[in-house]
């Protein structure tokens, strides 16, 4: 039996189409709602008692201001001040993407996947793990642009070391507008680089950024130093998002062992702490701006100190996070986490355990859906086939079983009669087409067959799939006015000396 | 940091102790209650008014004494007769072991993880998938007394083909009451292959057929031959454990697309019906006795007509059954199932899906827990181990996170201090040995560590696991006057021929 597939891309590659599917069902509660009262509530008490380290004078001022006490650079806020300024952020939000119908839905029941960001090395089964260029940059973007399934990129694949550290993220920027049409995410590391990033949204939309704060386009990842200290770089990132309307994703790494309690319910209330912490900040510079929860609680491996990832810990943590993050009505970021070395069942089995853990507590983002390998050091080629394949498995998992007269099928079954077959029934006909999830690396050959056909596992079928995706990749139109002023702008921030580096 | 483990198996590999975890959370409603009951009233009708085909004269017999609507060898049993002798099964029993330390919980929030039943090949990465000897199912054996995650036996690894069809049933069993001391299942296949099950059974213990009824230790798996009908051998092995007090998992094989409806709620409907009517023929035959609903709804590549397992349609079909089962009170049987021809990723990844899937959906067994390759045709050595990974992961993910003063772990966050860590204090040092799941098959050393170790990747790992295992099996202690007993049995059945094969 053929089947024509939903939809295709250009090339070869069967996908459905590019589009969120909401989770239809509710998420595993991991902890009963007394439990989630007494870690938000030890979160509160942590703020008020220990207060957090800010290194950023400007946030120091706004802490003092609204009325939280402030001891040098300790800031104290108490449960009132937090629960105020809680009161103000948005249940759900829309962030714009340079193709309008790619637009993206955060909160409720709606959920956002997106590729890999921030890791060091690129990897790819050919060539091994090695520092990246732009050439690899560009590549991934073109395949985050390709996989219908990735919804979003997330501030970058991997660094090119072949571009100064004091103006990448303008190529970066630049890549990412011109080779996607999706929404993109900016690196938030500092004022500068912030800027920079909003700056040239609101150029590729033709936008000013006023048109900007009123329809959000720009998210950044804003990490907590572990334990209670938020640096200057990230405060700086902060304030400058919300200024403008965009959206932090604030997000604590509270390994449980390392920086954080070894109890996973210690490490949840440092991670509540510090993200109510951040999310206040971001409420006290503009009330209202939609902001993003982070929940990144993993453990660390207690024989040797290496950190742990898309473990039993790590799933319970994430969708005790949701929980917390809609105790608070913040939406909620999780992500798609692996320690493994290889494209290997390891890395198979904890990605799947990462994605039932956050997407079945209620993540509205997952970042580094796609791409993540070696504890977030390396994006990878055939990792981001992988997790697109297992993304695209939770999404289909994700549509509700239609249950109606037809469906139902006594009819079907009646006309199958007994010990029959269905191939052949009126119902099969009409729906096989597209009746189920239809895989983009599986392979169900039987076992003969796959023999003959060469023995071919899952990342060399991986490998062949992105090259395949590259061969037939298409740049997205851009507006030759707007390409050019992006790329002077590019040009003369370069000229400018781009952003401090550490 | 070094780790003592909170347990040891008398060999090398580290693994938490021999024991059922309770689920800590509820399964995942995929159906609404009123779904739930347009299947479940659909499934009825299904039996009233198209009925099954039963190809055995007894259980034709007991339909018709039962009051069912009976036409030659169809059997239509109404609503009323149905749900009348539902309510005689017991929502939860218990499972002896020959090691009572072992016996087993089934039902309520309880659940059994069962090793591969059935398939015809063996496979390890060192000599490839090939026709299984004696010796193979029994070091397969070995290995599931060796993990403790495996909780039970699942009715024999493998087909030992260098044994003759008619006599095989009686060297498995012989080699699972010696090589084990856990719970194991028959092979219900035909009435003499039951009764030497349960024979042999209660000649373990030294008990009689009345005290094996009184306390059940055996379990056997009864598939309806889909779409609607219950064949001869199925019948008889039915009726016989029945009688004797003993379980029978009545078990669908509602492929969507090929012997169900291509729709998941027909398939559904449909597996229903066939559950219940087994269901329902044990109650006839001994009111009270404990039974299992078993579900296998997945669905088939509707390109080749190939089964697909561990897909989204099983993980949504699993759940819906697990709400079936519950609503007519029936414990609840479903499965780890995988179409990889390889230990890759998508071995991983199609057993996790069904892991989520059935576990999450209120599995109380899990059959086929660990070993399963190939749709069901192979039994691997390395995806054992595999799968045990992946079992003890999910049991770590099912203790829920400890919620008190000491687990809020505000102490612990002061003494860290700002910008700190976690490794040194007191929580840490106190806790840190058992806090964590400790696994056995992941590698989490950082990347140049594993290169330099040899690059050693999951099935490599597998395979050295399963050999150390071996190595250091010792078989558990059994009364020689009832090994005698028993091998006395098998040369007197033997002799008379054994089973009659098809």
Chains 1, 2 share one sequence.
Not at 310 to 321: F, H, R, V
Not at 461 to 477: M, S, V
């Amino acid at each position: 039996m053929r089947q024509r597939r939903p939809a295709r891309t250009p090339n070869a590659i069967p996908q459905p189409p590019f589009g969120q599917v909401p989770r239809g069902y509710e998420p595993i509660r991991v902890l009963s709602d007394d439990q989630v009262e007494a870690i938000h509530q030890a979160a509160l008490t942590l703020l008020e008692t220990q207060g957090m380290r800010v290194l950023n004078g400007r946030a120091l001022d706004l802490f003092r201001q609204s009325g939280a006490r402030v001891e040098g650079n300790m800031v104290f806020p108490d449960a009132g001040l937090i629960e105020e300024r809680l009161a103000t952020v948005p249940p759900r939000f829309r962030i714009a993407a340079r193709n309008r119908a790619k637009d993206l839905r955060f909160g409720g029941n709606d959920m956002v996947f997106a590729s890999v960001g921030g890791p060091a090395y690129v990897m790819d089964i050919d060539r091994g793990r090695r520092d990246g260029t732009l050439q690899d940059m560009q590549d991934f973007l073109r395949l985050c642009h390709s996989l219908n399934i990735v919804q979003q990129e997330s501030g970058g694949p991997l660094e090119p070391m072949d571009l100064p550290a004091a103006t990448r993220h303008l190529d970066l920027y630049l890549s990412q507008i011109t080779l996607l049409d999706k929404s993109w995410q900016l690196n938030a590391l500092g004022r500068e680089r912030t800027m920079d990033g909003i700056n040239m949204a609101a150029l590729a939309m033709g936008w000013s950024l006023d048109d900007l704060a009123r329809q959000p386009m720009m998210m950044g990842v804003i990490n907590t130093n572990s334990p209670r200290q938020l640096d200057d770089p990230m405060s700086q990132g902060l304030i400058a998002l919300a200024e403008h309307g965009q959206v932090a994703i604030v997000t604590p790494f509270t390994l449980a062992g390392a920086m954080a309690p070894v109890s996973l319910a210690g490490a949840l209330v440092l991670q509540h702490a510090e993200a109510m912490f951040g999310v206040v900040l971001t409420q006290i510079v503009r009330p209202g701006v939609p902001v993003m929860y982070g929940g990144f609680t993993s453990n660390v491996d207690m024989k040797t100190g290496a950190p742990a990832f898309g473990t039993p810990e790590y799933a319970k943590a994430a969708q005790a996070s949701g929980q917390l993050a809609r105790r608070i009505g913040v939406p909620f970021r999780s992500s798609n986490t692996t320690a493994a070395n290889a494209l290997d069942a390891q890395a198979a089995y904890e990605s799947m355990m990462s994605l039932w853990g956050c997407l079945m507590g209620g993540a509205h983002l997952v970042n580094h859906g796609a791409g993540w390998m070696h504890g977030g050091l390396t994006a990878s080629f055939e990792k981001l086939i992988l997790d697109a394949e297992l993304l695209g498995m939770m999404q289909s998992y994700f549509r509700p079983i239609a249950v109606n007269d037809e469906a139902l099928s006594l009819e079907a079954i009646a006309e199958a009669g007994v010990g029959g077959h269905f191939f052949g029934t009126a119902q099969t006909m009409a729906q096989y087409e597209t009746a189920f999830h239809a895989p983009m690396l599986s392979n169900w050959d039987n076992y003969p067959t796959w023999q003959a056909r060469g023995s071919e596992e899952a990342p060399q079928r991986a490998n062949r799939i992105w090259k395949d995706l590259l061969t037939h990749y298409e740049e997205p139109p851009l507006d030759e006015g707007i390409r050019a002023a992006l790329e002077d702008f590019v040009a003369r921030r370069k000229a400018e000396g781009g952003a401090p580096t550490n």
